[in-house]
């Protein structure tokens, strides 16, 4: 089993739907989490840090489930430039050590 | 501008011929990490580093070497390159550790080794 799984896609949709990933991990002692988006073949850029109660900015919320062991993002009101790889990230130990798990990604495409 | 520098962009070389991608960031981060990304596979970290001098393994580090002698870089360093590291290459820093810290890439070393 991958340390890190996310379903790779890609989900199409049309623009003003919602869409929502699921990635799970599987270190249950996992602190720390974030998903980061990747348009084709450039650098990561940090999208949102998930807390444990869930956060929200603008028309994207995370939820981390811990007794499930996963991690969600919610994309409402799709836009175009919403296409994109969304990287699934966590730590990869108890401690706050410099030891990331990337997910593999899933991709994103917002239809007109 | 506050960024992570990557030298070079593309590189092209030869099996077993010694080659080093610079890592670079003007941030004054702690933190600095690599990674390699291949299709099917995500990033996989292969080294990070926690502080000056400080260097752990990531997932893949075999074949693979790196440094932190003074803060500001981060040097991948290939001894003997082989086809299976033809990958894309990112480095990322961070202000200190992991936490919930914002991880900046830079823009990527595309590697063909032949």
């Known amino acids: ?112 | 501008e506050a960024q992570v520098t990557q030298n070079p962009r593309y590189l092209i070389t030869v099996t077993g011929k010694k080659l080093t991608v610079t890592c670079s960031q003007n941030m004054n981060h702690e933190y600095m990490s690599w990674y390699r990304q291949d299709p099917g596979l995500g990033l996989r970290q292969i080294y990070y580093s926690m502080n000056v001098e400080v260097t752990d393994k990531g997932d893949v580090p075999e074949g693979y070497k790196v440094s932190r002698k003074e803060k500001r870089n981060f040097p991948l360093i290939l001894e003997s390159p082989s086809p299976n590291q033809t990958s894309l290459y990112f480095c990322a820093s961070s202000l200190a550790g992991i936490g919930n810290e914002k991880l900046f890439f830079g823009s990527g070393t595309q590697l063909s080794v032949l």
């Open chain 1, 1 to 112: 089993r991958k340390e890190v799984e996310q379903d790779p896609g890609p989900f199409n949709v049309p623009e003003g739907a919602t869409v929502a990933f699921n990635c799970t991990y599987s270190n249950s002692a996992s602190q720390s989490f974030f998903w980061y988006r990747q348009d084709c073949r450039k650098e990561p850029k940090l999208l949102m840090s998930v807390y444990s109660s869930g956060n929200e900015d603008g028309r994207f919320t995370a939820q981390l489930n811990r007794a499930s062991q996963y991690i969600s993002l919610l994309i409402r009101d799709s836009k175009l430039s919403d296409s994109a790889t969304y990287l699934c990230v966590v730590n990869g130990d108890s401690s706050n050590t410099g030891k990331l798990i990337f997910g593999q990604g899933t991709t994103l495409q917002v239809k007109p």
